[in-house]
């Protein structure tokens, strides 16, 4: 039994057997262990390639984004690993980020509250999800925070907004149109 909250279908065993190939076909093997009782310890796959996709964005920081904001988005970066955050929400960051940046036309440090404010109608424009949005907007302040507020306080730029977004965004996206709904001629053929 694997470690309890992980699926059986993430987890590789680990073991000290040792396996070795019959006259060198791999599909006659036969496991020799060095003691009878075998040490199972399990390892979580990493499906994601979490470490291949930090390393690509990294670069994708330094190919894709001037000095100025080069060095701010990879001070983010540390922060976040120093802190043992999560690869894929850093990744999440960066790609928002350079995302926002090619928008904005402008380094980071010098966009004003207005600014901020024309990307956020461009997030909505963009007809964004309101998970997206809320995304793009808690990066957008954490990014902030860190960087230009020494992580005590939000800048100018970005406390004026909240990361939620308005009922009226959200409610879209949970309603259907009835077209979309299936007949009970429809649900019988299914069956």
Known sequence: MGPVGFEASVQIPKTDTQIVYANGLRNHLIKMSPSHSINTQY??????????KIVYWVERVHTDLHDKDRADV??????????????????????????????????????????????????????????????????????????????????????????????????????MDMAEYLEENEIQKTV
Request: aromatic letters at 12%.
């Open 43 to 52: 390892v979580m796959r990493d499906l994601y390639n979490r470490k291949k």
């Open 74 to 175: 990879l001070k983010l970066v540390e922060y976040m690993q120093d802190r043992e955050r999560s690869i894929l929400w850093i990744v999440r960051c960066i790609t928002a980020l350079i995302i926002i940046r090619k928008q904005l036309g402008k380094s980071f440090k010098d966009a004003t509250k207005d600014d901020i404010r024309s990307i956020l109608k461009w997030m909505d424009q963009k007809g964004y999800k309101a998970s997206s949005n809320e995304k793009f907007r808690q990066v957008l302040k954490l990014f902030y925070k860190i960087v230009y507020g020494n992580n005590e306080y939000y800048p100018e730029q970005v406390k004026w907004f909240s990361v939620k977004v308005g009922k009226e965004k959200t409610g879209k996206e949970t309603s």
